[in-house]
């Protein structure tokens, strides 16, 4: 399970990818709410936890302009505020669900739950495909033509970054910062050695190829 955090209290935003690492979850971080918005279109995540008050863009702006463009992710948003004007206002927003600060991680875990059981199949796909390419999300494994393929989890997001933009042409700077992006001592030449991993694995021996190269623009995954 994938949870983008988008609150600029640096401390707070520790204890919170603390707690849900220590819950199995993957945890990705924004502190301001242009980063959150940006970071929330991926679509690779299952839920959103986002602070109202946030430099940049506030939460409500955000959250209002996901739900335009049709981003179904559930949001579970935090503020201090907590008269009732203040959560319908948040509800009102497309918010899925609403917290007050401070608040017990407890009730947050079991809120992020409830959240992710009301998912509808068609937003929470288990398996994502190209061709006779198939990653299970819930086996956290991959098989072309139905051969399993062994990937290392960088390798394993690399490809689930791919899989969830088919189609899309995707610069290494988009892929670095979607795959690699709290490693700073990484450079964009890695994207290339990794993309070189993944079609060793999953192109080679195959007659039709899936990952291409789109000379002075990136990578696309087609399916």
Do not use: Q
Request: aromatic letters at 6%.
């Amino acid at each position: 399970m994938r949870v983008l955090v988008v609150e600029d209290e640096r401390r707070l935003a520790r204890l919170l990818r603390r707690v849900l690492e220590e819950e199995r979850y993957t945890v990705d971080e924004a502190h301001d709410g242009v980063e959150g918005e940006d970071l929330a279109r991926t679509g690779v995540h299952d839920v959103i936890i986002l602070d109202v008050m946030l430099p940049g863009r506030d939460g409500l702006t955000v959250c209002r302009n996901l739900r335009r463009d049709r981003v179904a992710t559930p949001i579970l948003m935090l503020t201090a505020r907590d008269t009732v004007p203040d959560r319908v206002t948040g509800l009102d927003a497309g918010a899925d669900d609403y917290l007050v600060k401070p608040f017990a991680f407890a009730e947050l875990l079991a809120r992020l739950r409830a959240l992710t059981r009301r998912r509808t199949p068609e937003l929470a796909p288990t398996r994502l495909e190209a061709g006779d390419l198939v990653m299970d999300l819930v086996k956290h494994e991959v098989t072309r033509a139905g051969k399993v393929i062994d990937l290392t989890p960088r390798e394993y997001a690399l490809l689930e970054y791919f899989l969830r933009h088919p189609g899309h042409v995707l610069s290494r700077a988009r892929l670095l910062e979607a795959v690699w992006r709290y490693d700073a001592e990484v450079t964009s030449n890695v994207v290339d050695i990794y993309v070189h991993y993944l079609r060793e694995k999953i192109d080679r021996g195959f007659e039709r190829k899936l990952l291409h190269t789109v000379r002075g623009a990136g990578y696309v995954l087609r399916p």
